[in-house]
C-alpha cells in the first residue's frame, strides 16, 4: 500500500494551496480518509477527514470554514483545499487510511510540507 502527498510549498498568508494524496495498492472506497498534520515541535494533529462514500465530512475547529476535504474514488485520490493560509498552518501535512470506523489509521503517506510565511 502507497499513499503519496503532493502539492505542499511556500505560501504568503492569505494564499491557498490543494493538497493531493494518490492511493494504491488497497480499494481505495473501501477506506475512510483522514488529513494530519504536524508542526515543529508540537504532536501530530487532526485536520480533516472524510468517509468511505464521501457523505460525511469532519474538520477540526482550527481549519473549519477554510479547509475542504474531497475524495474521487474513480482516481484513488483525496484532496486537501486549504485557503486563507495562516502562518500557523505552517506543518507536515500526511493523508492517511482507515479501514474499520473508530479504529486506528491503517496507512500513512510520507507527508508534504506547507509553509505559510506572514
Known amino acids: 500500500v502507497q499513499l503519496v502527498e503532493s502539492g505542499g510549498g511556500l505560501v504568503q498568508a492569505g494564499g491557498s494551496l490543494r493538497l493531493s494524496c494518490a492511493a494504491s495498492?488497497?480499494?481505495?472506497?473501501?477506506?475512510?480518509m483522514g488529513w494530519f498534520r504536524q508542526a515543529p515541535g508540537k504532536e501530530r494533529e487532526f485536520v480533516a477527514r472524510?468517509?468511505?462514500?464521501?457523505?460525511?465530512?469532519y474538520y477540526a475547529d482550527s481549519v473549519k470554514g477554510r479547509f475542504t476535504v474531497s475524495r474521487d474514488n474513480a482516481k484513488n485520490t483525496v484532496y486537501l483545499q486549504m485557503n486563507s493560509l495562516k502562518p500557523e498552518d505552517t506543518a507536515v501535512y500526511y493523508c492517511?487510511?482507515?479501514?474499520?470506523?473508530?479504529?486506528?489509521?491503517?496507512?500513512w503517506g510520507q507527508g508534504t510540507q506547507v509553509t505559510v510565511s506572514s
Open positions: 492517511a487510511a482507515r479501514y474499520l470506523s473508530g479504529g486506528a489509521y491503517d496507512y
Open positions: 495498492g488497497l480499494t481505495f472506497n473501501s477506506f475512510s
Open positions: 472524510i468517509t468511505r462514500n464521501g457523505i460525511s465530512i
